[in-house]
């Protein structure tokens, strides 16, 4: 099993990231992925998961509304849209996927398979 993240990069304060995360060996249909992020000094953090359906996501409260977590079976990749980004929002990106099929978890330790992470850095 292999998840490649990448699309991290350089972006002012405003602007707009697509983080993606192209798996290989396990099938988007049968997992739930998510996105975490780490900064300097702190914990990896939950921040937006997708049901193995496709039908649900879940986000968390500091980028609801400014982040989108989508698939795309064919390409078997999932993306991480984010908008309106801001200075605390750089940290490395990494995207993850969890074999249970009931609701999303926010624990980093409840993943199974992990990317080797992209950063995103954004100037104010």
């Known amino acids: 099993v292999q998840l490649q993240a990448s699309g991290g990069g350089l972006v002012q304060a405003g602007g707009s990231l697509r983080l993606s995360c192209a798996a290989s060996?396990?099938?988007?249909?049968?997992?739930?992925m998510g996105w975490f992020r780490q900064a300097p000094g702190r914990e990896r953090e939950f921040v937006a998961a997708?049901?193995?359906?496709?039908?649900?996501?879940s986000y968390d409260v500091s980028v609801k509304g400014r982040f989108t977590i989508s698939r795309d079976l064919a390409e078997n990749t999932a993306y991480l849209q984010m908008n309106f980004l801001r200075p605390e929002d750089t940290a490395v990106y990494y995207c993850?996927?969890?074999?249970?099929?009931?609701?999303?978890?926010?624990?980093?330790?409840?993943?199974?398979?992990w990317g080797q992470g992209t950063q995103v850095t954004v100037s104010s």
């Open positions: 060996g396990l099938s988007l249909s049968s997992y739930t």
């Open positions: 993850a996927a969890d074999h249970r099929r009931s609701g999303f978890r926010v624990s980093a330790g409840s993943y199974d398979h």
């Open positions: 997708i049901s193995w359906t496709g039908s649900s996501t």
